[in-house]
């Protein structure tokens, strides 16, 4: 049986969604990227629903980039500080913290989200 990229990364996520978690005082922030999106959710666990979200069809004109990751993340915590959500728990769901995905954390951190 051959086990692809994609089965790989799924089984990752399994191995941190066991052990992270999101509660209302502090979400958890998800991501999903593709070879065309970038999309992120704040969710709280305890109730399974989703809070906030942003991805790069929000924004006109950006490509799926380094740069377009780190605008998603721009614009996650303009949301989240409109809510009052000051920290949370960053999943990054079995992909590498290389290239959009630190974008994305670096974003959310330079915007006062504690990860």
Known sequence: ???????????????????????????????????????????????????????????SNEKNTVEGAAKVGAILVKKCKDIGIESAVFDRSGYKYHGKVKAFADALRDGGLKL
């Open 1 to 59: 049986m051959n086990t692809t990229r994609n089965d790989k990364r799924k089984h990752r996520t399994r191995r941190i969604r066991a052990r992270i978690s999101g509660t209302k005082e502090r979400p958890r922030v998800s991501i999903f990227r593709s070879l065309t999106s970038f999309r992120a959710q704040v969710i709280d666990d305890a109730t399974g629903t989703t809070i906030a979200s942003a991805n790069l069809a929000d924004l």
